[in-house]
């Protein structure tokens, strides 16, 4: 995703100027309503709980106030559900370290000033019914975790290098998952240092200790994509994380070879020279892009078969008038420009879902959100991998675009996805918007499209078995109570105003993710058939448990 300084957008500047010598666009960088209950009537008559007896096929519980395991999977199939009422659906955030954009918000703060800032925005995430954050833990080739492998990153101190006197991952980690959100660690591959001069980095950087492995490209330095042992390095970087961390996916943002800035030719001919092997330089270039995704894929999913990994790359692939199979926009290419070939990934299956960032509002000539949602939604179409879109809220109220001066625009994404059965989500950058609520677009967000909670949506290849139903579901003193259940994450809750097999087919319903604790619990004061399943950490979601409340 697009990046920024806390006051100018380095990224945005120089894409924007070579735009305009190029000719081309680069990247700036109705909801379900809840059912209706007769509260007045709730608080007028004092709530008692009682098992559902209009069952026969299944045996009633002994004990007055206790739940009741369904027999049988609901049938669900013949069910009439509703785009407007997705019960699966990705609601996430980019928190960006590089500059301290998002998090920290500054370097030298205490541990436990990050802890509290930290916890601040997942707060305030939660509250607005996200459900998945991805956190920059690696901005260039700098942890901000304890790596045996590369130096502490300077976001954290300000001096790269330096410990913080903390491992900041495992807590960030839990805190996400306390909130019932996924947690990806979020990675750039290639990027190596914002500077050339290898001896203002870290006596223990890579690029120190294997010069020949980066490239010095105006003003940056890069890992070249066209060695074997970048690769080799990427990949155990990741593994590593992946193995020592309770991470819920490994994500990689769209920095593959650098974008194109002053025109200056990226310098790996010695390497196309030694490993090119007679094929032309872009198709070589990609495919040293393609055979890295497809090395961190197996790593990943070899170390931890439930952990996901996939990528947001440029949302324009190719342009129509490049290819035939291209979207009809006019804007940068990333196979032809940075040499992501995403409709490779797609084909090899080497990604479990992509985010494609369409930084661009609706009717934009040179890349129109309302055709790129389309096309990337055909590109995966049947192929099992899940399809998210990336969310340009840090341009709402900015001047680049007219449209973006306008409080619906980017809710109105929402409503085009909803069109469209193959986006399973959003992903928005960044962070600090979310705080900032510019032209309060996220209130109107909240108020028209994420009313309600939403369940990780399951991706096609992903272990599938589901936990147990929820056992001794009961009510009291105005609280659902269950017991905890092994393999539980967190727990869904339905309510609907009678029994019946649909009732958690769609999520007109859902009124709560609860994570998983010692002792779960709900807060259900409002009359009505409630239904709690238990949800694995992939979101595989147990038969439900149901309890009528009077």
């Not at 960006?96 to 703060?109: C, F, I, Q």
């Not at 930290?118 to 790596?147: E, G, I, M």
């Not at 959100?181 to 979020?186: D, G, K, S, V």
């Not at 078969?305 to 940068?332: C, D, H, L, Q």
Request: hydrophobic fraction near 40%.
């Amino acid at each position: 995703m697009t990046e920024r300084r806390r006051v100018s957008r380095p990224l945005i500047a120089g894409v924007l100027a070579a735009a305009a010598a190029m000719g081309v666009a680069y990247a700036f960088g109705p909801g379900a309503r809840a059912e209706r209950v007769e509260q007045a009537a709730a608080m007028r008559t004092q709530l008692t709980a009682r098992t559902d007896a209009a069952r026969p096929a299944t045996p009633r519980s002994a004990a007055a106030g206790s739940g009741e395991t369904m027999a049988e999977q609901a049938k669900t199939a013949s069910c009439t559900t509703s785009a407007r009422y997705a019960k699966r659906q990705l609601r996430g955030i980019w928190i960006a370290s590089v500059h301290n954009l998002d998090w920290p918000s500054r370097t030298g703060l205490t541990p436990a000033q990050q802890r509290a800032e930290y916890v601040k925005l997942l707060d305030l995430a939660a509250k607005r019914r996200f459900n998945a954050v991805f956190l920059q833990v690696r901005p260039a080739s700098d942890a901000l975790y304890s790596s045996p492998f590369e130096p502490w990153s300077q976001y954290l101190t300000g001096t790269a290098g330096k410990n913080p006197g903390w491992d900041p991952l495992p807590f960030l980690v839990q805190e996400a998952h306390k909130r019932g959100m996924e947690f990806h660690a979020w990675f750039n591959p290639y990027r190596a240092g914002d500077t050339t001069d290898l001896s203002k980095l870290p006596a223990n950087h890579p690029a120190r200790l294997h010069p020949s492995w980066v490239v010095k490209h105006e003003g940056k330095l890069y890992y070249n994509p066209g060695l074997p042992e970048v690769r080799d390095w990427v990949t155990k970087v990741v593994k590593d994380v992946t193995r020592r961390y309770d991470v819920d996916g490994i994500h990689f943002d769209d920095y593959f070879y650098p974008y194109p800035g002053q025109g200056t030719p990226f310098a790996d001919s010695a390497a196309f020279k030694k490993y090119g092997k007679g094929m032309k330089l872009a198709d070589w270039r990609r495919d040293n892009v393609n055979k890295l995704i497809a090395q961190v894929s197996k790593a990943v999913h070899t170390e931890k078969p439930y952990v996901k990994f996939g990528v947001s790359p440029f949302g324009i692939w190719r342009n129509k008038s490049e290819v035939a199979s291209g979207s009809n926009t006019k804007g940068m290419s990333a196979y032809s420009q940075i040499y992501a070939d995403a409709k490779a990934w797609i084909k090899a299956r080497s990604v479990d879902y992509l985010i494609p960032q369409i930084y661009w509002p609706r009717g934009y000539a040179i890349a129109d959100y309302n055709v790129l949602v389309p096309w990337w939604a055909n590109a995966v179409k049947g192929t099992g991998v899940d399809l998210y879109i990336g969310q340009a809220l840090y341009q709402v109220g900015s001047k680049t675009i007219p449209a973006w001066s306008k409080p619906d625009e980017l809710p109105s994404h929402l409503a085009v996805n909803q069109k469209y059965p193959e986006v399973k989500g959003d992903v928005f950058f960044n962070a600090a918007q979310l705080r900032a609520n510019p032209l309060s677009v996220m209130d109107r967000i909240a108020k028209q499209y994420y009313t309600r909670p939403a369940l990780i949506p399951l991706i096609k290849g992903m272990p599938a078995k589901a936990p147990a139903a929820p056992s001794g579901l009961k009510y009291g003193g105005g609280t659902l109570m269950w017991a905890a259940q092994s393999g539980a994450r967190a727990y869904g809750v339905y309510r609907a105003t009678a029994a019946g097999t649909c009732a958690t087919a769609d999520g007109r319903n859902l009124v709560a993710v609860v994570p998983a604790t010692s002792a779960p619990r709900y807060a259900g004061k409002v009359a009505g058939t409630y239904y709690v399943t238990a949800l694995d950490r992939l979101g595989n979601e147990s038969l439900p448990t149901r309890l009528t409340v009077r």
